[in-house]
């Protein structure tokens, strides 16, 4: 039979992530689809047999139900995920967990006092570049973390989302509420925290919104590109720059350098990990290639998800890391 999971909202990473990972996992048996865009709900549920559901209460009031992943947009998440774990579910938050610390702080009471999983979106540490990376760290193969750099962007969210245009949610601040921060660079921020074991404290940056605009032409009210330098709890010095407007190919790169060498990740564009030692020695590792909005493939969190719900264990990704990385955002905006 298997269980019955629901996902709120049916744009874009509902129908390339959320809804094939269910599909795909053995222990999934019915997916129920609730979108406030009622059509969409019916194409996500035609598109993978599943079923929809006209309100949200059909969602959260159904008891064989048991997990729910939300997928609206960010302004949304602390209302949606909040009345799902009060509900009862299981949920699967997608990233950033909130538009901000004191809405997320609200959805972790509401975790405490349901007992139930949340486990955030942060797909960025399940490739298996980052987790090669992990490994080498953990083990301290290249000494100690000294530096970084990381980077994340693309062409914009424009031609991502369900709604392709620059009247997109992504360009709004009452509904996304940090622009290229929240949606690119948290990823990065919440990969360096994992990676490093660490938590970056301190922050500088520049942010603009230089090229996009909205639907009337007006320059978008969230910025596009971030550039800061970060300062961690371990005393590790980086810098991060997260756009927008890339109009080139994607830019996913992260780069450690470490006492005894260096950890080139999706750096190289035939090996996805690069490890150039002190000693000159060099160790190319031909993973796969990221998801990307072109190349979508298993992320790996769904499963992660339903595994930490079968066998009772803390989800991969936790609510508290998820508040971590959002602090930095807010920072770095200077929210
Ligand atoms: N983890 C990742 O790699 C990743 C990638 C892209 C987007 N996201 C996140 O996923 C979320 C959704 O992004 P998207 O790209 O799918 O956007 P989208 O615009 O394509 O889809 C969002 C959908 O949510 C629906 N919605 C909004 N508010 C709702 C509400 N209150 N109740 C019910 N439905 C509601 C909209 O009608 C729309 O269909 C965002 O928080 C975004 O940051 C994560």
Known sequence: MGIKVGIIGCGSIARYRHAPEYK??????????YDRNPERAEVLAKEFGGRAVKTVEELLGDPSIIAISDCSSNEAHHINTTNALLCGKHVLCEKPLAINVKYAEKILDAQRKSGKKLMVDHNQRFTKAHQKAKE??????????????????????????????????FFKKERSHSGVAGDLGIHKIDLIHYLLDDEIEEVHSFYAALDKVDGNGNPIEVCDNVVCACKTKKGRLGTASFSWTYYGSEDNSTIIY?????????HDSDAQLVIEKRDGTIVKYELESIQTNDNQTNTGVVDAFIDSIMNNVKPLVTGEQAVASLRVVEKLLDA
């Open 258 to 266: 470490c006492q005894k060498g260096v950890l080139k990740i999706y």
């Open 136 to 169: 080498i760290l953990d083990k301290k193969e290249l000494g100690e973390v000294l530096t970084f750099k990381t980077t994340f962007g693309h062409q914009g969210p424009e031609s991502w989302g369900v709604n392709k245009s620059n009247s997109t949610w």
């Open 24 to 33: 795909a996992n053995p222990h999934v048996g019915e997916i129920i689809f």
